[in-house]
């Protein structure tokens, strides 16, 4: 399976008055490891919007297992779960410093182009993305 990791360094300012950190920041920190696999897997996805493509959220889904807090580094590892060629889903697990497991969740987004916010088929207009996710797609479901 083709999984990025990525370290967060928890700051003071992610965290809520009980010194964990707050819920929403999590969200950002999939869109790291969401960026980071995208990185890994040979694309950027700033070049992408350059070229009046952005991928919006269609749903996210957050299961909180336990706290990181202040202090703590977290391990936030990405995966492709699903992807048909139109939509893809992100599959995330963070973990503690430790390797317990903080969090778990899915992203589903979809390509569209900026004007207009139609959708776009990855599959036709960027074969190399597609290629790629595939083959990630693949190697999720063998692993």
């Known amino acids: 399976m083709i999984v990025a990791s990525k370290e967060i360094e928890v700051r003071y300012a992610e965290t809520d008055q009980m010194g964990v950190v707050y819920h929403a920041n999590y969200l950002i920190w999939m869109e790291l490891g969401r960026t980071s696999l995208i990185s890994e897997?040979?694309?950027?996805?700033?070049?992408?919007?350059?070229?009046?493509?952005?991928?919006?959220?269609?749903?996210?889904?957050?299961?909180?297992?336990?706290?990181?807090?202040?202090?703590?580094?977290?391990?936030?590892?990405?995966?492709?779960?699903?992807?048909?060629?139109l939509r893809v889903t992100y599959g995330y697990e963070i973990l503690k410093e430790d390797g317990e497991l903080a969090v778990t969740g899915v992203s589903k987004h979809v390509c569209v182009q900026k004007d207009s916010f139609r959708p776009i088929s990855i599959k036709r207009k960027y074969p190399d993305w597609h290629e790629a996710y595939e083959k990630a797609k693949k190697q999720s479901v063998e692993a």
Do not use: C, H
């Open 41 to 85: 897997l040979g694309f950027n996805y700033a070049e992408l919007e350059k070229e009046g493509v952005i991928s919006p959220v269609l749903d996210i889904q957050a299961s909180y297992k336990m706290p990181v807090r202040y202090g703590e580094k977290a391990i936030v590892n990405t995966w492709i779960e699903e992807y048909d060629g």
